[in-house]
């Protein structure tokens, strides 16, 4: 447990501005010590980070606040075994469209896409999925939840005008239509400043790679969900179509390592494939 002092030396803001934020926002929450001083713990540490990064990125201290609040709100479940995402499944499986919408607002306007997804919403599909694979499940729920996050990333997607970056090709494997990870890897990487030619679902690679050519795309990016056109898709590329930049990602790749029969795999999390694009985006510009 830290002092204020502390918590200022740890995290580089001013004990007396620590002091107006706990005071106007409550953001900290410290315990008294014995002789009845406040000690903060290491989440205020994480606390006071992550409201720096949101005042960095041009948020006003009392709108990141607010968030931070709701933040905590999400997190706690969470660390409670998933409640929140339990009520995501809960009002999917229910057809309580208020709840199930109103819920995924709140989720992301408060959230990181990243955190979002895979703290909440992907294991609500998950458990959707498997209970569908089991037998014990209407699909209907699944596609409910599933619609109603792919509305929400599409419209951060369309919102973000491209610039006029280097180009980042991003499809599913041919015969994969699972498109949602695909489309918040599209959003991040647009957020990134990359300019993203976003084709969606299954995509014949020999397409991909003419269009990749024209465009002269720094990477073409194969997501993949499913195994067996994650093989196929791997085994066109190395065989037929090598020498472009082909990255392949997406959970069918989590067990792939950095790189497979000679080609770049991205992840296995959202936010690793994230830094990857990334780091091809500043060899690019200092190169
Ligand atoms: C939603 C869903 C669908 C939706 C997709 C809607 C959409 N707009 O995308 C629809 C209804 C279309 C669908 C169809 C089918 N589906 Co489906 N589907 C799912 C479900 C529930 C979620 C898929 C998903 O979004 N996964 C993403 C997340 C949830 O997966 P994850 O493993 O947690 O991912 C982790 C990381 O890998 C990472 N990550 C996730 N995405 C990405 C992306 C990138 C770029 C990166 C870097 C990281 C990353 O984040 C996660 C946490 O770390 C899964 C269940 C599951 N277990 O995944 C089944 C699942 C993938 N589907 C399955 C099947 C069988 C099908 C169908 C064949 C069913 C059928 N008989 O028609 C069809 C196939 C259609 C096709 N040709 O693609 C199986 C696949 C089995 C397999 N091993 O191949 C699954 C696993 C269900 C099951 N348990 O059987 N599906």
């Known amino acids: 447990m830290l002092s204020i002092g502390q918590l200022a030396e740890r995290t580089g803001v001013s004990v007396e501005t620590l002091r107006a934020w706990e005071r106007r926002y409550g953001v900290l929450r410290p315990v008294r010590s014995r002789g009845g001083h406040r000690r903060y713990s290491a989440a205020d540490v994480e606390r006071v980070m992550w409201l720096i990064n949101r005042l960095t990125s041009g948020e006003r201290i009392a709108q990141a606040a607010g968030s931070l609040c709701l933040v905590d709100e999400f997190r706690r479940p969470r660390l409670d075994h998933g409640i929140m995402s339990q009520e995501l499944v809960a009002a999917a499986r229910d057809g309580d469209l208020l709840k199930l919408e109103a819920d995924l607002d709140r989720v992301f306007a408060s959230l990181p896409i990243t955190l979002a997804l ?5 294991p609500a599909l998950v458990e959707l999925g498997s209970c569908w694979a089991g037998g014990e499940e209407n699909v209907t729920a699944e596609h409910l939840l599933s619609e109603s996050v792919a509305r929400r990333l599409s419209s951060r997607f369309g919102a973000l005008r491209p610039v006029d970056g280097d180009t980042l090709l991003i499809c599913c494997a041919d015969g994969d239509n699972h498109v949602l990870g695909a489309l918040a890897f599209a959003v991040l990487a647009a957020t990134d400043g990359w300019t993203v030619a976003y084709l969606a679902g299954s995509t014949p690679l020999p397409e991909a790679a003419r269009l990749g050519t024209m465009l002269a795309a720094k990477a073409l990016v194969v ?11 791997l085994d066109y590329v190395t065989r037929s179509a090598p020498g472009l930049p082909w990255v392949f990602t997406g959970p069918a790749t989590a067990a792939w390592g950095e790189v497979r029969e000679g080609v770049s795999v991205w992840g296995p999390s959202l936010d690793e494939a994230r830094e990857a694009s990334q780091t091809l985006q500043s060899c690019r510009r200092t190169g």
Request: proline share 12%.
């Open 223 to 233: 997501v993949c969900t499913m195994p067996e056109p994650a093989g196929v898709a």
């Open 118 to 122: 895979d703290s909440l919403v992907f």
